[in-house]
C-alpha cells in the first residue's frame, strides 16, 4: 500500500488576516516561501516516487519550491486536494461578514461546502492514488483544513487533524488493517534554520 505524506502550504497574508481562503488564488507571502524553502530541503532528504499538487496558487507556490528541492516535477495537479470552497464568505474577515450579513451570518446559505464533501473528495483521493501507485512513497502539497476533515475520516477519530499548521509534514501508512500516523504535523524544520 502507498504512504502518503502530507504538506500543508506556506503561510499567506490570507492566513494572518483570517481572511477565509477557500479556493481563491491568493500567494504565498515571504515567510511562506521562506517555510516552503525549509520543508523543501527536509524533503530532499527521502526519494519520492509520485509528486502531486493542489491546483490553487499558495500549494503550487509550495510545490514548485519543492519540486526544485527534490529534483522532481509535480507529477499533476488534482482539484480534489483544494481546500474547503467557502462559497460567498472566500476573500473576507468576519468582520467584513458581520457589516455585509449581519451577526447571525452562520445561520445563511453561504454556499460553503459541507464537511461531509470535503471529507468525501479526500478519501477518494486516497484510495485513487493508493490504487493507483501501490507501494509508492507519495508526496502530496494540500491545504489545512482540507486536510484536517480528511484525516477525521480516514483515521475514524474526530481529535485528530485539528489546527495543522503551515508546512506542516504529516505521513501517513497503511498497515494492512488500518491508516496508521508515522509522523503528525510536523514542523521541526522550522526550528532548525
Same mark, same amino acid.
Given at each position: 500500500?502507498?504512504?502518503?505524506?502530507?504538506?500543508?502550504?506556506?503561510?499567506?497574508?490570507?492566513?494572518?488576516?483570517?481572511?477565509?481562503?477557500?479556493?481563491?488564488?491568493?500567494?504565498?507571502?515571504?515567510?511562506?516561501?521562506?517555510?516552503?524553502?525549509?520543508?523543501?530541503?527536509?524533503?530532499?532528504?527521502?526519494?519520492?516516487?509520485?509528486?502531486? =499538487?493542489?491546483?490553487? @496558487?499558495?500549494?503550487?507556490?509550495?510545490? #514548485? /519550491?519543492? *519540486?526544485?528541492?527534490?529534483? $522532481?516535477? &509535480?507529477?499533476?495537479?488534482?482539484?480534489?486536494?483544494?481546500?474547503?470552497?467557502?462559497g460567498k464568505i472566500a476573500?473576507?474577515?468576519?468582520?467584513?461578514?458581520?457589516?455585509?450579513?449581519?451577526?447571525?451570518?452562520?445561520?445563511?446559505?453561504?454556499?460553503?461546502?459541507?464537511?461531509? =464533501?470535503?471529507?468525501? @473528495?479526500?478519501?477518494?483521493?486516497?484510495? #485513487? /492514488?493508493? *490504487?493507483?501507485?501501490?507501494? $509508492?512513497? &507519495?508526496?502530496?502539497?494540500?491545504?489545512?483544513?482540507?486536510?484536517?476533515?480528511?484525516?477525521?475520516?480516514?483515521?475514524?477519530?474526530?481529535?485528530?487533524?485539528n489546527e495543522m499548521r503551515?508546512?506542516?509534514?504529516?505521513?501517513?501508512?497503511?498497515?494492512?488493517?488500518?491508516?496508521?500516523?508515522?509522523?503528525?504535523?510536523?514542523?521541526?524544520?522550522?526550528?532548525?534554520?
Amino acid at each position: 500500500m502507498a504512504a502518503f505524506t502530507f504538506v500543508r502550504h506556506g503561510i499567506t497574508d490570507h492566513n494572518i488576516e483570517k481572511r477565509a481562503q477557500g479556493h481563491t488564488q491568493n500567494p504565498l507571502n515571504d515567510e511562506g516561501r521562506a517555510q516552503a524553502a525549509l520543508v523543501a530541503k527536509r524533503l530532499s532528504e527521502e526519494r519520492w516516487d509520485v509528486f502531486i =499538487s493542489s491546483d490553487l @496558487r499558495r500549494a503550487r507556490e509550495t510545490a #514548485d /519550491i519543492i *519540486s526544485a528541492a527534490i529534483g $522532481k516535477p &509535480v507529477d499533476f495537479y488534482d482539484t480534489r486536494l483544494r481546500e474547503m470552497d467557502r462559497g460567498k464568505i472566500a476573500d473576507t474577515i468576519e468582520e467584513e461578514r458581520v457589516a455585509r450579513w449581519g451577526e447571525n451570518w452562520k445561520e445563511l446559505d453561504m454556499g460553503q461546502e459541507s464537511h461531509e =464533501s470535503m471529507r468525501k @473528495r479526500g478519501i477518494d483521493f486516497i484510495q #485513487d /492514488i493508493a *490504487s493507483r501507485f501501490p507501494s $509508492k512513497n &507519495v508526496l502530496v502539497v494540500t491545504h489545512g483544513y482540507f486536510l484536517g476533515q480528511t484525516l477525521k475520516e480516514l483515521m475514524e477519530d474526530e481529535l485528530t487533524g485539528n489546527e495543522m499548521r503551515n508546512t506542516s509534514v504529516t505521513t501517513i501508512a497503511h498497515n494492512d488493517e488500518k491508516w496508521e500516523y508515522s509522523l503528525y504535523d510536523c514542523v521541526r524544520h522550522l526550528s532548525e534554520h
